[in-house]
């Protein structure tokens, strides 16, 4: 939609020195700038841009010191950037950039993650590696276009060997026997269901750790891998190539796999094939978008399962939530509400009156919290249980059934925590609510 105009003395010599027919038309300056940097991808020149290069450097290093999962980059009203900083599930200010130098920054992150620097209009996935005190990290990233700009998400992966133990996550002795006892039963078929950042993966990748992986044949199909873990085959979805959860599962079954990782189940061929695979005998691991344990059949059932199958093939349900921790230098005493105290009666847990709250000091960065614990349930399938899915009970009757049968709302395993000074009931119902335990 450019305007002609008449050529002057510029095009002329640029006619003779291109030897190429010379059209002069009027554009936007923004189309104009993206045309330059479709065609001179500006890599070289942005490698070499030290402030913009300095600040990334100090923004890698704040989010490695503090433990931040996920650093945010986004546009402001006035066009200058700002920085955050997930840390243990809540966001930090980090700093601001000014504008000029945000758009730098973003800039040389899309080099260093190989993405098309002249694109910035669509969303655009990434990949790069940071290397801090001898430290090797790789960072998943990601943009989407707002405002004009472009928000960039850099996101650490797990390393393998920072992943914790399944005893260190948090679980009760008790519902970590539950728990192992249903991944280790061959054509087990597991679930762990939760909200995004609720430490399901982690969870994942410490279960796959205790499996005996120089015996067994572990695959895994993820999307994307969060952590690659040595002695389990790890297959990235790639839709761009084909590669689906569908295709890849299909793949890995002829090469017979004692043991797989879905990364997640969220389309009806997925779940079908999972229920194929663990009715053969392969045991299956996998995670699921669901509030609670007790919404897993429902869920699944949602996503095409059949009931009867589910019935006869699902082993274990568990939901998770990753609550903070109080810091142990600033914690100040409290009292628990009257509403604790009857839900701990309810549930035959031991619970006084004493309890802790926030309050903030240097050693956690005026936060009041340091650190994430895991507050579970574990629902294992039995006959009763199998039964009641198959009537199609709603999660709540469900629940009775599998209250009889030992099992216990999350809410009552936070509330464990709570009983023991490691957290806050205000910090527990930021993430569950009494109702659950009704
Ligand atoms: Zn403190």
């Not at 009027?26 to 993206?34: A, F, G, S, T």
């Not at 004009?148 to 002795?173: A, H, N, T, W, Y």
């Not at 031991?350 to 629902?379: H, K, N, P, Y």
């Amino acid at each position: 939609m450019g305007v002609s105009v008449e050529s002057d003395e510029l095009s002329e010599r640029l006619r003779q020195q291109t030897r190429k027919d010379i059209r002069t038309v009027i554009l936007p300056v923004r189309e104009i700038r993206e045309a330059l940097q479709r065609l001179y991808p500006p890599a070289a020149a942005r490698e070499s841009d030290s402030q913009a290069a300095l600040v990334l450097d100090e923004i890698f290093a704040a989010a490695i010191e503090c433990y931040a999962c996920d650093v945010h980059i986004e546009p402001t009203e006035e066009r200058s950037g700002r920085v955050r900083l997930d840390v243990d599930g809540v966001l930090q200010h980090d700093r601001v950039l000014e504008s000029g130098l945000y758009e730098r920054v973003v800039s040389l992150l899309k080099v260093r993650s190989n993405m098309n620097t002249g694109e910035s209009r669509l969303p655009q996935d990434g990949r790069l590696s940071v290397t801090f005190d001898g430290r090797g990290f790789d960072v998943r990233t990601s943009t989407i276009p707002v405002g004009g700009l472009e928000k960039i998400v850099l996101r650490f992966l797990q390393r393998f060997d920072l992943v914790p133990d399944l005893e260190q996550l948090g679980m009760s002795g008790e519902m970590l026997g539950r728990f192992q006892r249903g991944l280790r039963r061959p054509g087990a078929f597991c679930v762990i269901a939760g909200p995004t950042g609720s430490g399901k993966s982690t969870t994942s990748y410490a279960s796959l750790q205790t499996l005996d992986l120089g015996r067994v044949n572990v695959c895994s199909v993820e999307d994307p891998i969060e952590c690659r873990m040595p002695g389990i085959s790890q297959i990235a979805v790639n839709e761009r190539a084909g590669v689906t959860f569908p295709v890849a599962l299909r793949a890995l079954f002829r090469q017979n796999p004692h043991q797989l990782f879905i990364g997640e189940m969220r389309d009806a061929e997925t779940v079908e094939i999972a229920l194929q695979a663990s009715l053969t005998g392969i045991s299956l691991l996998t995670t699921l978008h669901a509030r609670d344990a007790l919404r897993v059949p429902a869920r699944l059932v949602e996503l095409g399962a059949e009931r009867s199958t589910l019935a006869s093939s699902l082993t274990t349900c568990v939901s998770q939530r990753l609550i903070r921790m109080l810091c142990r230098r600033c914690k100040l005493k409290s009292s628990i509400s009257s509403q604790a105290l009857a839900v701990g009666r309810r549930y035959g847990l031991t619970v006084g009156i004493d309890a802790w709250e926030a309050q903030g000091c240097d050693a956690c960065d005026f936060s009041g919290f340091q650190g994430r614990i895991g507050a579970f349930e574990v629902l294992e399938m039995k006959a009763e249980l199998g039964a009641s899915m198959e009537r199609g009970d709603a999660p709540a009757e469900l629940g009775k059934v599998a209250f009889g049968l030992g099992y216990r709302p999350m809410i009552v395993d936070a509330l464990r925590h709570v009983a023991a000074g490691v957290t806050s009931e205000a910090e527990v119902l930021r993430h569950l609510s009494y109702e659950d335990a009704e």
